[in-house]
């Protein structure tokens, strides 16, 4: 369905870790993680998400779903691609969403996992039931984006909403021009806009899915348990997902488990404080191999 593309640093005979992106970034967000990992022996992967970057469809009839179901395919088969039996998965937002699909529903090819905000699979049939004022004041962007306008918003003025979004997400994050330009053209992607508007109209049940997913999306809608080991990390100044969120997190985990709040970081936290993500692989990375 995909050609992805992805960047490979590490011998290649070290234990496979691979992370993965959110919306809207890149694999630049692990750049402050990957040379540490690759230091220590890990093969760390590090792909660009569907509508981002180099990744590219093959197929023009193919539908440009955004929907959760796609990202934890799309992750299962990279790693059938790259004959990957087992790996240690990090992600966040979007990336966050395939690791927790993975390990999920594929516990048996899954060492370990960091999940950034929490149990992120989404939960579609209460996406109709509203959060509290300032939680729904702060999905904006996904009300917008719901609309004919949002779309034409998107791609009329994708850097310019990527890098509103980047400020309010992550408020004590003072990242420079150069940084948000070496990540901005994956917004450039083809598809990126049909993904990202799918995206956001699929969770709230204002489009459909791809129906070649449906019998992911049923099983992702019995809020399956990971029972992998897992560390869960959040920015305590997260400007979307806030820490509250996570508060219960440990319900949906029913294995080795851990949560820590980082001080200061928003929701970009790979970039903000690598060295929290790199610490928590390396605790996983430890653990013998069951």
């Keep these: ?44 992967l590090v792909p660009w998400l569907r ?41 966040y937002d979007w990336g966050g969403r395939a690791a927790c699909i993975m390990a999920a529903l594929r516990p048996e090819r899954v060492r370990g996992l960091v999940s950034i ?9 209460a996406s109709g039931r509203p959060a509290d004022a300032e939680a729904e004041y702060s999905y904006w962007y996904q009300w917008y984006f719901n609309t004919e306008r949002g779309r034409a918003g998107l791609e ?4 310019d909403i990527c890098r509103l979004l980047w400020r309010l997400w992550s408020p004590n994050w003072q990242f420079d021009e150069p940084t948000f330009a070496a990540t901005a053209d994956s917004f450039d992607n083809p598809d990126f806009v049909e993904v990202v508007i799918h995206s956001y109209r699929h969770r709230h049940r204002n489009a459909p899915g791809d129906p070649a997913l449906d019998p992911i999306e049923a099983r992702l809608a019995l809020r399956p348990p990971i029972s992998v080991p897992t560390i869960v990390l959040h920015g305590a100044a997260d400007g979307v997902d806030r ?40 605790e996983l990375l430890a653990r013998p191999e069951t």
């Design 1 to 44: 369905m995909l050609e992805i593309a992805y960047e490979e640093t590490g011998p290649a005979d070290g234990p496979p870790v691979i992370l993965l992106h959110g919306f809207p970034d890149d694999p630049r967000t692990w750049d402050g993680v990957v040379p540490a990992l690759a230091a220590d022996g890990c093969r760390v």
């Design 51 to 91: 509508g981002y970057g180099r990744t590219r469809f093959l197929d023009a009839g193919t539908p440009r779903s955004g929907q959760q179901a796609a990202l934890g395919a799309d992750l299962r088969a990279f790693m059938a691609a790259l004959g990957i039996e087992r790996a240690t998965l990090a992600g």
């Design 117 to 125: 905000t929490g149990y992120n699979i989404q939960n579609i049939a």
């Design 156 to 159: 009329a003025n994708r850097r």
């Design 243 to 282: 820490p509250a969120n996570s508060d219960t997190a440990a319900a949906h985990f029913t294995g080795p488990y851990r949560r820590e709040v980082v001080p200061v970081a928003g929701h970009f936290l790979p970039r903000e404080t690598p060295e929290a993500v790199v610490g928590a692989l390396r």
